[in-house]
């Protein structure tokens, strides 16, 4: 009898949790950003799926210290905007980027916004600015891997 009954509470544990699992992935983003995303012949080294948009939110323009940071897309439980360029390495679309105020901070505080392009996991304008043939654009071509502006 005492078997089932321990079975019994750790199915219902189990349950629980993954009920507040799905609460957690279900919470409701504080900004909403739309952000134009314009790829062309995108180096074949490009992994399939590494491919992502990260929008952060500030109270000021420049700052980027914890204190400064309102909210942000990434973080555990959420769903990342990945990007997935065509065989020939194009994707021409306006990705839609969810971000969530952390905690202990409020959404009405954040004033200005970033979105970046990432590639493998880190920021395509990474400082010290990240370097090779995967990351490097052709010459004569527009880069501009980042759009911004004050939130209104």
Request: positive net charge.
């Amino acid at each position: 009898m005492n078997t089932l009954k321990a079975i019994v509470l750790a199915v219902t544990g189990c349950v629980a949790a993954l009920a507040a699992g799905a609460a957690t992935a279900q919470q409701k983003p504080d900004f909403v950003f739309h952000v134009p995303v314009g790829l062309r012949s995108m180096h074949p080294d490009i992994k399939p799926n590494s491919l992502m948009v990260h929008c952060r939110v500030f109270k000021v323009q420049g700052n980027y210290t914890a204190e400064n940071q309102i909210a942000t897309s990434f973080g555990a439980g959420r769903e990342y905007t990945r990007i997935d360029v065509d065989a020939k390495g194009y994707f021409n679309a306006i990705v839609k980027v969810n971000a969530y105020t952390d905690r202990g901070k409020k959404a009405a505080d954040g004033k200005y916004y970033e979105c970046d392009l990432w590639i493998d996991g880190l920021a395509a304008d990474a400082r010290p600015q990240r370097k090779g043939p995967t990351l490097d654009s052709k010459a004569g071509t527009e880069r501009r891997v980042q759009v911004s502006g004050p939130i209104r």
